[in-house]
């Protein structure tokens, strides 16, 4: 059966999609490697780098909510809905972003890439210590199988460095504490967020929040070594890269889905590899290799299961709004035989 033009630019319209959000965050990554690297840009103020991108995210999603209104406001946030759910959230995103750009002073690109496949061991482990989660042994057991292969992957890397790894560690649970906690404080009570609306209230927070430690840490050397001399074209094209993504990433999910998200970060990362191991020449050993794509395995089965339940969901909705209309045709049909009757006896 052919198919129709519509379903056809669909198809098509989110390939682009996926195509553009890979781009961009293939983009951001080897940017900000390239920025930090002592032995490439030489500039390894991590936190003043991602304050940089939360002041020039804040400013342009401001313009898109509250100037231009290309999406709207959730109006259930409330002064003590943002204190209790947003600033919590921004704390723990300001950490993740801290801790992850870090890393890259530390650790090559494709190493990173492997270790960020521990985020679902993370979110499955923090699911069930929050009760968000039930045990199952079969994905207990896929999760036992995604930390084997990273930590092959560690063993076989050839530059480790424990300090890097340690960052890129905290980084993980603390991006995984922040999806939890977003489903607690916020979906558990139908507040949704697309990723405009995220920077519009998390941005500022994090801003706020990675001032204290920039103060103690960065700017002293800042000061001292007059590195306050910013190339703005180094800069303003890498904060435009980090916001762009992030509406790649409104895109790509509100015309497809997350799990689609999930299958092209799955892609980006071995696009990531080959990069660091071509171009910027990292070295990737075999054993590297190995025990990332026992990683990758696992990461691909979750993904499945995930799309799995949520298909199983949607029927048992879809089943559930039938009975019901069925329910309430039946009622229209009883009350309107009762009203024949009562006719009939006047």
């Not at 809905?81 to 750009?101: C, D, M, Q, R, T």
């Not at 977003?182 to 558990?188: A, E, P, R, W």
């Amino acid at each position: 059966m052919a198919l129709s033009d519509g379903v056809v630019k669909n198809v098509l319209l989110s390939y682009f999609y996926v195509l553009i959000w890979i781009c961009l965050s293939f983009s951001v990554i080897v940017y900000n490697k390239y920025i930090l690297d002592r032995k490439l840009y030489n500039w390894p103020f991590p936190i003043s780098l991602t304050m940089i991108h939360m002041a020039f995210c804040s400013a342009l999603a401001y313009l898109l909510v509250r100037v231009f209104k290309v999406v709207e406001e959730p109006a259930a946030m409330t002064r003590d809905l943002y204190v209790k759910s947003i600033v919590p959230i921004g704390a723990l995103y300001s950490l993740s972003l801290w801790f992850s750009n870090s890393a890259y002073i530390y650790l090559s690109v494709s190493f990173i890439q492997m270790l960020k496949a521990l985020m679902p061991v993370a979110v499955y482990s923090l699911g069930l210590a929050f009760k968000r989660d039930t045990f199952k042994s079969d994905t207990m057991l896929n999760m036992v199988s995604i930390s084997l292969g990273v930590g092959v992957a560690a063993y076989g890397e050839a530059k480790f460095d424990t300090w890097g790894v340690m960052l890129q560690l905290l980084a993980v649970v603390f991006e995984a504490t922040r999806l939890v906690l977003i489903q607690i404080l916020l979906n558990s009570r139908g507040i949704s967020l697309n990723p405009i609306t995220s920077l519009f209230y998390v941005a500022p927070c994090c801003l706020a929040f990675l001032s204290v430690p920039w103060m103690i840490m960065e700017y002293p050397l800042l000061r001292d070594t007059s590195s306050f001399h910013l190339d703005f074209v180094i800069f303003g094209t890498n904060s435009l890269c980090a916001f762009a993504l992030n509406l790649a990433v409104f895109l790509l999910v509100g015309k497809t889905s997350a799990l689609t998200m999930n299958v092209a970060g799955v892609v980006k990362d071995w696009l990531l590899i080959a990069f660091s191991w071509s171009v910027i020449k990292d070295t990737v050993t075999p054993i590297n290799l190995f025990g990332y794509f026992l990683a990758f395995l696992g990461v691909a089965y979750y993904n499945h299961s995930k799309l799995q339940a949520l298909k199983a969901a949607d029927a048992q909705r879809k089943a559930q709004q039938a009975d019901e209309e069925a329910g309430r045709l039946l009622e229209e049909r009883e009350g309107e035989g009762t009203g024949k009757k009562s006719e009939t006896q006047n």
